[in-house]
T-cell receptor, first 115, second 116 residues
């Protein structure tokens, strides 16, 4: 149980374009979803927390207009990187939680390369 | 402020050796949770353990064991008789429990290389 999927697993896009990443909880309803970014050989950094039906809460230093997060249902959250630049190239990981205790279930990640 | 420190950036051992990965945390909360995750080269995070702040019992799961010491704010992870498949990046993480936003604060990670 508690499976989280991400789509796509890899994406290459041109500078200036937008790309959408989907995160789905497959067998549970996720009240909260989290988006992390991981640069090569670095740790995971939380970008934002989203609760179903409400606006995402962004961490300090994360541009909300650049990284659009939508959590339209209890099983789906999307992250859209708008006007992507090469420095946005990274590994994006989502996680989903359905209860207290901070237990999160992670997706397999999406590797974004902006050329 | 919450913080997780994994002082060991990289560790290299030979198969069958025991290895301990250190994790030190900082938090002002009395209720919190500690985690260990494994990240193999594929990138997907693998959950290993969750521990709440009120449970200081050490835990053993097969070749893995964890030593939680509140007095030193440490949550160390030991792999006994390491294997090549244990090679990965290991992250320690902290989540504060009161109010529980569920936010995870990750340490910098320790890259473990187990050589045959």
């Amino acid at each position: 149980g508690a499976v989280v999927s991400q789509h796509p697993s890899r994406v290459i896009c041109k500078s200036g374009t937008s790309v959408k990443i989907e995160c789905r909880s497959l067998d549970f309803q996720a009240t909260t979803m989290f988006w992390y970014r991981q640069f090569p050989k670095q740790s995971l950094m939380l970008m934002a927390t989203s609760n179903e039906g409400s606006k995402a809460t962004y961490e300090q230093g994360v541009e909300k207009d650049k990284f659009l997060i939508n959590h339209a249902s209890l099983t789906l959250s999307t992250l859209t990187v708008t006007s992507a630049h090469p420095e946005d190239s990274s590994f994006y990981i989502c996680s989903a939680s359905f209860g207290s205790g901070g237990e999160q279930y992670f997706g397999p990640g999406t590797r974004l390369t902006v050329t | 402020a919450q913080k997780v420190t994994q002082a060991q950036t990289e560790i290299s051992v030979v198969e069958k050796e025991d290895v301990t990965l250190d994790c030190v945390y900082e938090t002002r909360d009395t209720t919190y949770y500690l985690f260990w995750y494994k990240q193999p080269p594929s990138g997907e995070l693998v959950f290993l353990i969750r521990r709440n702040s009120f449970d200081e019992q050490n835990e053993i799961s097969g070749r893995y064991s964890w030593n939680f010491q509140k007095s030193t704010s440490s949550f160390n992870f030991t792999i006994t008789a390491s294997q090549v498949v244990d090679s990965a990046v290991y992250f320690c993480a902290l989540s504060e429990g009161s109010g529980n936003t569920g936010k995870l604060i990750f340490g910098q990670g320790t890259t473990l290389q187990v050589k045959p």
